[in-house]
């Protein structure tokens, strides 16, 4: 089978092989981690390894079902270890595994193991990871296509990139969706399953949510308003004033859960002058910008803060940390940071009106340094400019590049 490259992924994956510490891929449901699996077993085969030294298992498929219980786990996984050669154990969905760290850590243990564990929430990939696998591991964060990645699968009419574009937004960036019937139903009932199951399974579930109508309320809020500044206090006061009463607590819970969950993420804030870190009104991004359509009805407007959104999950992939920027009561749409080295970004859908040009430029020209500073929009008139060190971009290009080059 085809796969689409995700050439950054797999070579993540080989620079950790054979290293003594457990690989982690984590990332929102169907983004594609068992598929990166498998072209990274794909990759160990064309390399010489011997088809018994690779150890394959899924714990969504029921012929594996036995084997959630950790000690009958690791007996299995033991009695089929080559004693003299490496052995490369695959555990998919792990979190199906009560107690999985007791048979991933004696495997660890084992200098001819070689480990590569997913899950699928952040609940289990984050915090309680850190406790169950301390010191002795390693974590990959997987996100969905990129734009790059999507065109190199996409199968439709070449086109321009701005053709291609409207295609990635309209067929979503799960890999799978590339598979489906061009017309839009069919993507709009996977998204939608795929954000049900997300919901059930690693929202309600996990954070023991009884109400469900209040939490999809609070979800849709938060989708609506992507690229917003919010905090729990403002959502429970505008759905209160709409006649549907949650708390505050409740907010932050189910808050929690979606960001847990990786269908959402969020950016906090960061005084750019003060140089320090703020845990107030955030900024939430969705995994995916076609899921967000789906689910909530948006405007022309919105295509500011979907490019903005596009531009947020770009920056994660290529390894920055992503804050919102404060500076003299303005804003910065985007902070990237990396081994201490400040980028910062402003994403505009056009810049080709003077007035907005000003705006946009006018809180990049307020930062006192002289780290890198992008204005990123979808013009392509005027789409290369540099104002006084400020470089405009075509955010396509931009997202078109090879990630290296962005440094």
Not at 318 to 323: D, P, T
Request: hydrophobic residues 35%; charged residues 25%; glycine residues 6%.
């Amino acid at each position: 089978m085809d796969w689409i490259e995700r050439k950054e992924y797999l070579s993540w994956l080989l620079r950790w092989r054979e290293r003594q510490l457990i690989k982690v891929v984590s990332g929102v449901r169907r983004c594609g981690k068992s598929t990166l699996f498998q072209i990274y077993q794909d990759h160990l085969l064309k390399d010489g390894v011997d088809p018994r030294q690779i150890i394959s298992i899924n714990f969504e498929d029921l012929d594996f079902e036995h084997l959630t219980d950790y000690r009958t786990l690791y007996d299995h996984i033991k009695s089929r270890l080559l004693p003299d050669q490496m052995n490369y154990i695959f555990l998919d969905e792990i979190q199906h595994v009560e107690s999985f760290e007791k048979a991933v850590d004696s495997l660890f243990l084992k200098e001819n193991c070689d480990v590569y564990i997913t899950g699928s929430n952040a609940y289990f990939m984050s915090g309680d990871l850190a406790t169950l696998l301390s010191g002795r591991y390693v974590e990959l964060k997987m996100l969905p296509l990129s734009f790059r990645e999507f065109c190199s699968g996409y199968q439709g009419p070449p086109g321009s990139k701005a053709q291609r574009f409207d295609a990635y937004m309209h067929m979503s960036s799960f890999p799978y969706a590339l598979r489906l019937p061009d017309t839009g139903r069919e993507v709009q009932e996977y998204l939608l399953d795929i954000y049900h199951t997300v919901l059930l399974k690693d929202v309600v579930v996990r954070q023991r949510i009884a109400d469900v109508t209040s939490l999809e309320q609070v979800t849709k809020f938060i989708l609506h308003n992507i690229g917003n500044r919010v905090s729990p206090g403002k959502i429970a006061n505008t759905l209160k004033s709409a006649g549907k009463g949650v708390d505050q607590k409740t907010v932050d819970k189910y808050l929690r859960g979606l960001t847990d969950s990786l269908l959402l993420y969020e950016a906090t804030r960061y005084d750019i002058k003060g140089k320090q870190y703020l845990s107030t009104q955030s900024k939430y991004y969705a995994a995916d910008v076609t899921l967000r359509n789906a689910l909530v009805k948006g405007s022309a407007s919105d295509i500011g803060h979907i490019l903005e959104n596009i531009v947020y999950l770009e920056l994660l992939r290529r390894g920055y940390q992503v804050f919102v920027g404060d500076i003299d009561h303005g804003e910065v749409d985007l902070v990237a940071v990396e081994s201490g080295t400040l980028t910062y970004y402003q994403v505009s859908a056009t810049t080709l009106d003077g007035a907005v040009l000003e705006r946009e430029l006018t809180p990049l020209r307020k930062i006192p340094d002289n780290h890198p500073k992008y204005l990123l929009t979808l013009d392509e008139v005027f789409a290369e400019a540099d104002y006084d060190g400020i470089k405009k971009r075509n955010v396509l290009d931009w997202l078109l590049e090879d990630p290296e080059q962005s440094r």
